[in-house]
């Protein structure tokens, strides 16, 4: 919900710039995203925060009906959603937008407890080249939730990022409510019980639609933070990145799972003889559901084009797209060069 109150405030700036009366709904959507982001963590130690300060992470809340609340320690894609709600504005903001800085001017007035727990921008710190960043994730937090991502023990596989950390094959998690025992662990392909349809795909696969809203929040990130904020990738390895780095790291590893290995297989066809070694059907790739969390297999259907197909987009973004043009062009100028350039090499296959 906080991504969509920003979505929603990106829209009503586009059109603030044709007639300065939304500029008073921009701020209705940025009034919405402060409000989640402070009901996910109000600082302190409430128990139906979704932050953990003592994990540095995200868990789903569970109320019960005699009004107690507690956190289920699950280290799951839940946690890894703020990340998503990253969206970075030009420094031209303040002055092509007067009465939406007059707003949030009275706003911080009024509510600073609130702001003090929310995005980096609201701290008080611009960013690169006078960005503002919108964003539930202070830059301590950032780096908390970045370590789990970036742990091939728990969120990242070698074929992207993993619904569930494997943390949880080991370490399921287990709780009692109305005298039943509950537990979660991590499957890295078919769900072994009948729930969800015999569904596991928030289990412990790959899905390609969050993991492309994760590599988005991190462009964004990287265009506020830039090149001075950088994290271990792998964690542990020893090895920083910045952010542009880590978002394209994950795209290689998503993208890997289509493209063939040093064997000559691809790991999306998994044990299937007849795509992996019949020459009329070994280049026939298909676009399943979601993806074996270990070995990149696909699973669910196999016609998923409109969001696994995501993956020929990333691919396209990073090799045209430049660590310094991500850091340095404003996101409108490159969205329209993109645009361009794809239009141009469309006309050119056509003629």
Same mark, same amino acid.
């Given at each position: 919900?906080?991504?969509?109150?920003?979505?929603?405030?990106?829209?009503?700036?586009?059109?603030?710039?044709?007639?300065?009366?939304?500029?008073?709904?921009?701020?209705? @959507?940025?009034? %919405? @995203?402060?409000?989640?982001?402070?009901?996910?963590?109000?600082?302190?130690?409430? #128990?139906?925060?979704?932050?953990?300060?003592?994990? &540095?992470?995200?868990?789903?809340?569970?109320?019960?009906?005699?009004?107690?609340?507690?956190?289920?320690?699950?280290?799951?894609?839940? &946690?890894?959603?703020?990340?998503?709600?990253? %969206?970075?504005?030009?420094?031209?903001?303040? %002055? =092509?937008?007067?009465?939406?800085?007059?707003?949030?001017?009275?706003?911080?007035? =009024?509510? #600073?407890?609130?702001?003090?727990?929310?995005?980096?921008?609201?701290?008080?710190?611009?960013?690169?080249?006078? =960005?503002?960043?919108?964003?539930?994730?202070?830059?301590?937090?950032?780096?908390?939730?970045?370590?789990?991502?970036?742990?091939?023990?728990?969120?990242?596989?070698?074929?992207?990022?993993?619904?569930?950390?494997?943390?949880?094959?080991?370490?399921? @998690?287990v709780f009692q409510a109305g005298g039943q025992e509950h537990r979660v662990q991590y499957l890295p392909a078919e769900s072994n019980t009948g729930m969800f349809g015999g569904n596991s795909n928030w289990r412990g696969p790959i899905w390609m639609p969050v993991n492309g809203l994760i590599v988005r929040g991190l462009l964004n990130l990287y265009a506020f933070y830039g090149d001075d904020f950088t994290v271990e990738c792998p964690t542990g390895s020893g090895h920083r990145m910045t952010l542009f780095e880590v978002a394209k790291e994950i795209s290689r590893r998503l993208s890997s799972m289509f493209l063939r290995d040093a064997s000559g297989r691809r790991p999306v066809h998994g044990g299937c003889a007849k795509f992996q070694d019949d020459p009329h059907w070994r280049d026939l790739v298909l676009f399943y559901e979601y993806f074996h969390g270990d070995i990149g297999a696909g699973l669910g259907a196999s016609h998923q084009t409109g969001w696994t197909g995501l993956v020929a987009r990333l691919m396209d973004v990073f090799g045209r797209v430049t660590a310094q043009d991500a850091l340095e062009t404003p996101k409108e100028t490159l969205d329209a060069r993109l645009v361009r350039e794809q239009v141009g090499g469309e006309q050119e296959i056509n003629s």
């Open positions: 919900m906080a991504f969509y109150s920003q979505n929603m405030l990106e829209m009503a700036l586009i059109l603030a710039d044709h007639d300065p009366a939304y500029e008073e709904v921009a701020f209705k @959507f940025l009034e %919405t @995203f402060i409000w989640i982001s402070y009901a996910m963590d109000k600082a302190g130690d409430h #128990p139906d925060d979704m932050w953990d300060d003592q994990d &540095g992470f995200y868990y789903d809340v569970l109320r019960l009906p005699g009004g107690d609340a507690f956190r289920l320690k699950v280290r799951s894609m839940v &946690g890894l959603l703020p990340l998503c709600a990253s %969206t970075v504005f030009e420094a031209d903001i303040v %002055t =092509r937008h007067p009465k939406l800085m007059e707003l949030i001017a009275l706003f911080r007035k =009024r509510y #600073p407890e609130v702001l003090a727990h929310v995005a980096p921008t609201i701290e008080g710190f611009i960013g690169h080249a006078g =960005r503002r960043c919108l964003s539930p994730l202070t830059r301590p937090k950032l780096e908390r939730i970045l370590a789990y991502l970036l742990d091939e023990n728990e969120f990242l596989s070698p074929y992207g990022i993993r619904s569930l950390s494997r943390h949880h094959l080991e370490h399921p @998690f």
